[in-house]
């Protein structure tokens, strides 16, 4: 199977036009976003062009189906608020790719897709967690941004061009090639990486209610600081994780909202995010008993009420072998000495698609260890080395 890299790399391009920030190579394009639509409808365009039927399902994932049994290959096109123009869009175009390059060889059959909300507006990989079966379409639509959008509200935006949700049994396995978005890869020198697992990540809103009061006559000792309790609860379980946590573990505050959030008042209420993951749903549960419990024992002590949002998240995921050893066999032949196996610190939609078929994922270095922000960038060099790597595990599953 012989890829065109030149029209690889074109369309790669072009996918960044739809919603360039003007900054390096960024893209603006969250979904449901007037760019982000656009974008969706310039790829079934490309699609229908390769010679594959165009589906666009209800959550606005759009699809490139091929006759009969196929190999799905793909990831997402939406982007950060900030973000890169490989992230998700980089494993839409080589499938896309490797698609049209399959025709031409005369098979295997290959389809593509392109999830919708791989990067959180609202929810975590909503596309193809509803599609997976890890999240009911009638509570996706409750979810919300941070402008107090639902998910129903948006995606009806693409309600005309939506039609009836794809059947996951049409397809034989599914992998997704990525950019790694950490370091490893690109201070090894090493050109691929041959995914073995997903981690597992967890996600929910705590919220702290005091007491909103003056901040200029209201005595330190009778203060019901909710900020001083996020700030308490931040350091302390930073030491309560650490005889459970590996280095492997990674936990983040992202987004913290203060109310309200003026300079001459004590804090009355603080809501923020917090995100853990891991590889192992043991430790994953573990670590949410000890954010339960300092959260409730730093409300105890400082006069405050606590509140615990709905729990998001997914279970971590190994790589099917078989897939898997396609990839590998693949990568010592296209990149000999330049690949490793290495797990995957961020989440994809391949965690989803595992509900339904094995599933496989190939990484390319990010340079720096960049991700999730302008600055993101690949060597086109690497690109299409890890392009050529999916193309002969494609083919080696040919039946």
């Given at each position: 199977m012989d890829v065109n890299a030149e029209r690889f790399l074109k369309d790669l391009h072009d996918l960044r036009s739809f919603g360039a920030s003007g900054v390096v190579k960024g893209v603006v394009r969250p979904a449901y976003s007037d760019?982000?639509?656009?974008?969706r409808q310039w790829l079934a365009g490309r699609m229908e062009e390769a010679g594959l039927t165009v589906r666009i399902d209800p959550v606005g994932s759009v699809w490139g189906l091929a006759e009969g049994p196929s190999i799905l290959l793909g990831s997402h096109s939406d982007s950060q608020p900030e973000g890169g123009?490989?992230?998700g869009a980089l494993g839409v175009i080589a499938a896309l790719e490797i698609a049209?390059?399959?025709q031409e060889a005369g098979g295997p059959a290959v389809s593509v897709v392109s999830f919708q909300d791989e990067e959180g507006r609202f929810g975590v990989t909503t596309g193809s967690a509803v599609w997976g079966g890890n999240l009911e379409l009638a509570k996706a639509d409750g979810l919300m941004d941070r402008d107090g959008i639902?998910?129903?509200?948006?995606?009806a935006k693409?309600?005309?061009?939506?039609g009836e949700f794809v059947d996951p049994t049409r397809f034989t396995g599914f992998i997704e090639m990525h950019i790694e978005q950490g370091p490893w890869l690109d201070q090894a020198g090493q050109a691929v990486g041959v995914v073995t697992d997903i981690v597992g990540i967890r996600d929910m809103k705590i919220t702290f209610r005091g007491e909103q009061n003056h901040a200029g006559t209201t005595p330190m000792h009778l203060r019901r600081d909710a900020f001083q309790g996020l700030n308490a609860f931040a350091t302390r379980i930073n030491e309560d994780f650490r005889n459970v946590v590996t280095p492997q573990t990674v936990w983040t505050i992202g987004h913290v909202s203060l109310h309200p959030n003026?300079?001459?008042?004590?804090?009355g209420r603080v809501t923020f995010?917090?995100?853990w993951r891991d590889g192992d749903a043991d430790r994953l549960a573990r670590m949410e008993a000890i954010i339960r419990t300092a959260a409730q024992e730093i409300a105890d002590s400082r006069?405050?009420?606590?509140?615990?949002g709905p729990m998001l998240g997914l279970e971590p995921v190994a790589m099917d072998n078989v897939l898997r050893a396609a990839l590998a066999k693949s990568a010592a032949t296209v990149a000999p000495g330049k690949w490793r196996e290495m797990p995957s610190g961020a989440l994809h939609d391949a965690t989803n698609v595992a509900r339904h078929l094995p599933v496989a994922m190939l990484f390319v270095p990010s340079i720096n260890g960049i991700s999730h922000d302008f600055a993101e960038d690949t060597d086109e060099a690497d690109l299409v080395t890890g392009l050529k790597v999916l193309a002969g595990a494609v083919a080696s599953l040919r039946p």
């Amino acid at each position: 199977m012989d890829v065109n890299a030149e029209r690889f790399l074109k369309d790669l391009h072009d996918l960044r036009s739809f919603g360039a920030s003007g900054v390096v190579k960024g893209v603006v394009r969250p979904a449901y976003s007037d760019a982000d639509i656009a974008a969706r409808q310039w790829l079934a365009g490309r699609m229908e062009e390769a010679g594959l039927t165009v589906r666009i399902d209800p959550v606005g994932s759009v699809w490139g189906l091929a006759e009969g049994p196929s190999i799905l290959l793909g990831s997402h096109s939406d982007s950060q608020p900030e973000g890169g123009w490989l992230d998700g869009a980089l494993g839409v175009i080589a499938a896309l790719e490797i698609a049209r390059a399959a025709q031409e060889a005369g098979g295997p059959a290959v389809s593509v897709v392109s999830f919708q909300d791989e990067e959180g507006r609202f929810g975590v990989t909503t596309g193809s967690a509803v599609w997976g079966g890890n999240l009911e379409l009638a509570k996706a639509d409750g979810l919300m941004d941070r402008d107090g959008i639902t998910f129903g509200a948006a995606r009806a935006k693409m309600a005309d061009l939506a039609g009836e949700f794809v059947d996951p049994t049409r397809f034989t396995g599914f992998i997704e090639m990525h950019i790694e978005q950490g370091p490893w890869l690109d201070q090894a020198g090493q050109a691929v990486g041959v995914v073995t697992d997903i981690v597992g990540i967890r996600d929910m809103k705590i919220t702290f209610r005091g007491e909103q009061n003056h901040a200029g006559t209201t005595p330190m000792h009778l203060r019901r600081d909710a900020f001083q309790g996020l700030n308490a609860f931040a350091t302390r379980i930073n030491e309560d994780f650490r005889n459970v946590v590996t280095p492997q573990t990674v936990w983040t505050i992202g987004h913290v909202s203060l109310h309200p959030n003026a300079s001459s008042i004590v804090p009355g209420r603080v809501t923020f995010s917090m995100q853990w993951r891991d590889g192992d749903a043991d430790r994953l549960a573990r670590m949410e008993a000890i954010i339960r419990t300092a959260a409730q024992e730093i409300a105890d002590s400082r006069g405050l009420e606590v509140e615990f949002g709905p729990m998001l998240g997914l279970e971590p995921v190994a790589m099917d072998n078989v897939l898997r050893a396609a990839l590998a066999k693949s990568a010592a032949t296209v990149a000999p000495g330049k690949w490793r196996e290495m797990p995957s610190g961020a989440l994809h939609d391949a965690t989803n698609v595992a509900r339904h078929l094995p599933v496989a994922m190939l990484f390319v270095p990010s340079i720096n260890g960049i991700s999730h922000d302008f600055a993101e960038d690949t060597d086109e060099a690497d690109l299409v080395t890890g392009l050529k790597v999916l193309a002969g595990a494609v083919a080696s599953l040919r039946p």
